[in-house]
């Protein structure tokens, strides 16, 4: 526990950790209020079982007299309205203490989440290349959402525990010896919970992690990979992948909620025998019944809110075991932002120039090996791009001709080497060297939504340019398709355009990446895919640019590149022009 707050101190700001002071606050109030409902609901039965109770009760004897009641009837009326009235206002109190407590957790989890996915987004693409993307997307969702159930259980730990300190208090000011009777047996039997079943449920939690992540993953290569699932009749294969990581994940769960349970069951049967036992012993000594009132009542009291705060505090602690592994995955993928103060995306700032870009793009003494490998991929490499030529770039597969174009758009971090865009280092402003260059891969990303979305990419609806979609539309010979539509740029195209041919989602990719009329652009094997008339098709509209843009076009085809103005060979780790010169 102490690891767990010390994690919280540091994970959480100082807004959020001052919001949980004052709802440690509200609790202490809140104990307050249960205690009393407690003590009155004690003398109000005092008070109507006992018609000697002014005698046998100081307590009932001075409220008589503050009362100042004509007769021991109308008292014993004030007192039950008076119990009504606590206990109205201490459930009022905890209410707007447990809609507070609700809205600082569910707000926070979102917050939370967001931070991890801000996080994610600040990472290098190289991050990526290895990347579980089905852990991402749980620890970004499932981690944090049990790292809130968590907190959610270490506050309502602090309340429940704060509520039983009132209640055992007054209860060992009523019956000190039967109090610490109790006390005794539930600190042992708390204690030998704790050792037997923590492990348990730490253990569940660190399966549900891998099993849940494991769930992210079959459904997510079922959904991308349906074609050859079904054409090569596969559909039982992952059905079956996906009901074996169910299994551990199901068992999991049923492993929590049942030791979750076991110590309510328990704690009831001990506590309930050792409180019998205490009576026993003392009709057994020979005391007389109405002697016994104090000890009925403290029974009573405890049995009405102390057991059941027992058998809570047991459940969060068990919440708070089950939980930790997710909460450790969320502190450690936030740890860079603590320690360095991450927090903040101000580095995708869309009001950002373009680099410009007017005589020649080079790439001097680039080393670049693959994370964790020593194979260098490029050896002290030098490639020049003159501004507005067309360059092709060529080599057989594995050469690293995807490589230069990833390390060309930074996405790569090489070991030596700088690129320059007119002289001057890219790095100084990368997010206006990416605005200059538009990026067509082979597989063209599609978000699941219109036209006008996908190549108005991460454009906000309202900020669209009309104008520049068309434009762009136009310049991809896609625009006349587009106006046939229905709903012209306004139609669906199907999750990963699946409504589209293969052509016409690389004419949106060429729309997408002319949109933001970029100087250079990029073409990392586009045509490869495309059978050999929707290729040359798609290379008109490419070509079409030749003179207006700076091109770079990766392929394996030489007619691909045939009209380029330079062709690099990629080869032993260097760029070797092949054809053309500078």
């Given at each position: 526990?102490?690891?767990?707050?010390?994690?919280?101190?540091?994970?959480?700001?100082?807004?959020?950790?001052r919001t949980m002071a004052q709802l440690i606050v509200l609790m202490i109030v809140g104990a307050f209020w249960q205690t009393a409902g407690v003590g009155m609901l004690v003398q109000a039965v005092n008070v109507i079982i006992d018609a000697n109770a002014l005698q046998n009760s100081k307590a009932v004897a001075a409220m008589y007299r503050l009362s100042g009641s004509g007769s021991y009837e109308s008292f014993s009326i004030m007192v039950m309205v008076l119990l009504i009235l606590v206990f109205a206002v201490k459930n009022i109190f905890l209410y707007f203490q447990q809609k507070l407590t609700f809205a600082f957790v569910y707000t926070n989890q979102f917050r939370t989440s967001?931070?991890?996915?801000?996080?994610?987004?600040?990472?290098?693409?190289?991050?990526?290349?290895?990347?579980?993307?089905?852990?991402?997307?749980?620890?970004?969702?499932?981690?944090?959402?049990?790292?809130?159930?968590?907190?959610?259980?270490?506050?309502?730990?602090?309340?429940?525990?704060?509520?039983?300190?009132?209640?055992?208090?007054?209860?060992?000011?009523?019956?000190?010896?039967?109090?610490?009777?109790?006390?005794?047996?539930?600190?042992?039997?708390?204690?030998?919970?704790?050792?037997?079943?923590?492990?348990?449920?730490?253990?569940?939690?660190?399966?549900?992690?891998?099993?849940?992540?494991?769930?992210?993953?079959?459904?997510?290569?079922?959904?991308?990979?349906?074609?050859?699932?079904?054409?090569?009749?596969?559909?039982?294969?992952?059905?079956?992948?996906?009901?074996?990581?169910?299994?551990?994940?199901?068992?999991?769960?049923?492993?929590?909620?049942?030791?979750?349970?076991?110590?309510?069951?328990?704690?009831?049967?001990?506590?309930?025998?050792?409180?019998?036992?205490?009576?026993?012993?003392?009709?057994?000594?020979?005391?007389?019944?109405?002697?016994?009132?104090?000890?009925?009542?403290?029974?009573?009291?405890?049995?009405?809110?102390?057991?059941?705060?027992?058998?809570?505090?047991?459940?969060?602690?068990?919440?708070?075991?089950?939980?930790?592994?997710?909460?450790?995955?969320?502190?450690?993928?936030?740890?860079?932002?603590?320690?360095?103060?991450?927090?903040?995306?101000?580095?995708?700032?869309?009001?950002?120039?373009?680099?410009?870009?007017?005589?020649?793009?080079?790439?001097?003494?680039?080393?670049?090996?693959?994370?964790?490998?020593?194979?260098?991929?490029?050896?002290?490499?030098?490639?020049?791009?003159?501004?507005?030529?067309?360059?092709?770039?060529?080599?057989?597969?594995?050469?690293?001709?995807?490589?230069?174009?990833?390390?060309?758009?930074?996405?790569?971090?090489?070991?030596?080497?700088?690129?320059?865009?007119?002289?001057?280092?890219?790095?100084?402003?990368?997010?206006?060297?990416?605005?200059?260059?538009?990026?067509?891969?082979?597989?063209?990303?599609?978000?699941?939504?219109?036209?006008?979305?996908?190549?108005?990419?991460?454009?906000?609806?309202?900020?669209?340019?009309?104008?520049?979609?068309?434009?762009?539309?136009?310049?991809?010979?896609?625009?006349?398709?587009?106006?046939?539509?229905?709903?012209?740029?306004?139609?669906?195209?199907?999750?990963?355009?699946?409504?589209?041919?293969?052509?016409?989602?690389?004419?949106?990719?060429?729309?997408?990446?002319?949109?933001?009329?970029?100087?250079?652009?990029?073409?990392?094997?586009?045509?490869?895919?495309?059978?050999?008339?929707?290729?040359?098709?798609?290379?008109?509209?490419?070509?079409?640019?030749?003179?207006?843009?700076?091109?770079?076009?990766?392929?394996?085809?030489?007619?691909?590149?045939?009209?380029?103005?330079?062709?690099?060979?990629?080869?032993?780790?260097?760029?070797?022009?092949?054809?053309?010169?500078?």
């Amino acid at each position: 526990m102490i690891k767990i707050l010390k994690k919280l101190r540091v994970l959480l700001d100082k807004k959020q950790k001052r919001t949980m002071a004052q709802l440690i606050v509200l609790m202490i109030v809140g104990a307050f209020w249960q205690t009393a409902g407690v003590g009155m609901l004690v003398q109000a039965v005092n008070v109507i079982i006992d018609a000697n109770a002014l005698q046998n009760s100081k307590a009932v004897a001075a409220m008589y007299r503050l009362s100042g009641s004509g007769s021991y009837e109308s008292f014993s009326i004030m007192v039950m309205v008076l119990l009504i009235l606590v206990f109205a206002v201490k459930n009022i109190f905890l209410y707007f203490q447990q809609k507070l407590t609700f809205a600082f957790v569910y707000t926070n989890q979102f917050r939370t989440s967001e931070r991890m996915m801000r996080n994610y987004l600040r990472r290098g693409y190289e991050f990526y290349l290895s990347a579980d993307t089905a852990a991402v997307q749980r620890n970004i969702t499932s981690d944090v959402n049990n790292m809130y159930a968590m907190i959610l259980a270490i506050l309502q730990l602090m309340s429940d525990g704060v509520v039983s300190l009132f209640i055992g208090g007054y209860c060992l000011a009523t019956n000190g010896a039967m109090t610490i009777t109790l006390a005794a047996v539930i600190t042992l039997l708390m204690v030998l919970i704790k050792v037997v079943l923590k492990p348990v449920m730490h253990r569940a939690g660190e399966e549900n992690r891998e099993y849940y992540s494991g769930l992210f993953k079959w459904i997510s290569q079922t959904v991308q990979g349906i074609k050859e699932v079904k054409v090569n009749g596969k559909e039982q294969y992952f059905v079956e992948a996906y009901r074996e990581c169910g299994r551990g994940y199901v068992n999991a769960v049923q492993k929590y909620s049942l030791y979750n349970n076991i110590p309510k069951l328990l704690m009831e049967a001990v506590c309930v025998a050792a409180m019998m036992g205490y009576m026993i012993v003392q009709v057994a000594l020979g005391k007389p019944a109405e002697n016994m009132l104090d000890a009925i009542t403290t029974l009573a009291a405890a049995a009405l809110v102390l057991l059941p705060c027992v058998n809570r505090i047991n459940q969060q602690m068990n919440q708070i075991a089950y939980c930790e592994p997710c909460f450790m995955g969320v502190s450690d993928n936030l740890q860079d932002e603590i320690d360095e103060g991450k927090v903040d995306m101000s580095f995708a700032s869309k009001d950002v120039q373009k680099l410009p870009v007017r005589k020649s793009i080079e790439l001097r003494d680039i080393t670049y090996s693959y994370p964790n490998r020593e194979r260098l991929i490029f050896d002290h490499a030098d490639m020049t791009i003159p501004v507005g030529t067309s360059v092709g770039i060529v080599g057989t597969t594995g050469s690293g001709k995807s490589t230069i174009v990833d390390i060309l758009l930074g996405l790569l971090e090489v070991r030596t080497g700088t690129i320059y865009a007119d002289g001057r280092d890219v790095r100084e402003n990368y997010r206006g060297w990416l605005k200059n260059i538009g990026y067509i891969p082979q597989m063209i990303f599609m978000l699941d939504g219109t036209i006008r979305s996908n190549v108005a990419f991460g454009v906000p609806k309202d900020e669209i340019d009309e104008d520049r979609l068309w434009e762009a539309l136009r310049e991809a010979q896609l625009d006349e398709f587009v106006r046939t539509l229905p709903e012209g740029a306004d139609t669906g195209i199907g999750e990963r355009g699946i409504q589209l041919s293969g052509g016409q989602r690389q004419r949106i990719g060429i729309a997408r990446a002319l949109y933001h009329d970029p100087e250079v652009m990029v073409l990392d094997e586009a045509t490869s895919a495309l059978d050999n008339d929707t290729e040359a098709a798609v290379m008109d509209s490419i070509n079409r640019l030749h003179g207006r843009k700076t091109l770079i076009i990766i392929a394996h085809r030489l007619q691909t590149i045939e009209k380029c103005d330079l062709v690099y060979r990629i080869e032993n780790g260097k760029a070797v022009i092949e054809r053309g010169s500078l």
